[in-house]
């Protein structure tokens, strides 16, 4: 009984362990349950990379709560220079991105930003 069970642990920690080798952390965040979608809030102030006609932007933003966290996403176009977007966000995973304007920021997240 005891062998067996040391063997059920084996195969769960060898296959938990290859799932967050394998996974990338986009995917394995687009469907983790314990992350809530929720909205990050940034502002261009970097060049992208291009990369195969997508533009890739690493950027640091701030949730509703004013709390830093960062964010990589993707885009079609090259965006505009310190324009600011929401990010409809799960973890790594970016469901999407508007442009907004300065005075739809949350007020925590106004406080963040220099303008």
């Known amino acids: 009984m005891k062998k067996s069970v040391g063997i059920i642990v084996i195969v769960l920690a060898v296959t938990l362990a290859s799932y967050f080798m394998i ?3 986009i995917e394995r965040d687009r469907f983790n349950p314990l992350f809530t979608m929720g909205e990050v809030y940034v502002q261009i102030d970097e060049e992208p990379t291009v ?8 950027l640091t933003g701030y949730d509703e709560d004013g709390e830093k ?13 310190n324009a600011f977007l929401r990010i409809t966000a799960k973890g790594a995973f970016v469901k999407g991105w508007e442009e907004v304007q300065a ?7 106004n406080a963040k930003f220099d303008m």
């Open 103 to 109: 005075e739809a920021l949350p007020e925590d997240v």
């Open 23 to 25: 996974v990338p952390k």
């Open 69 to 81: 966290t960062e964010i990589a996403f993707t885009a079609g176009k090259d965006l505009k220079e």
């Open 51 to 58: 990369e195969k006609g997508r533009y890739y932007y690493n």
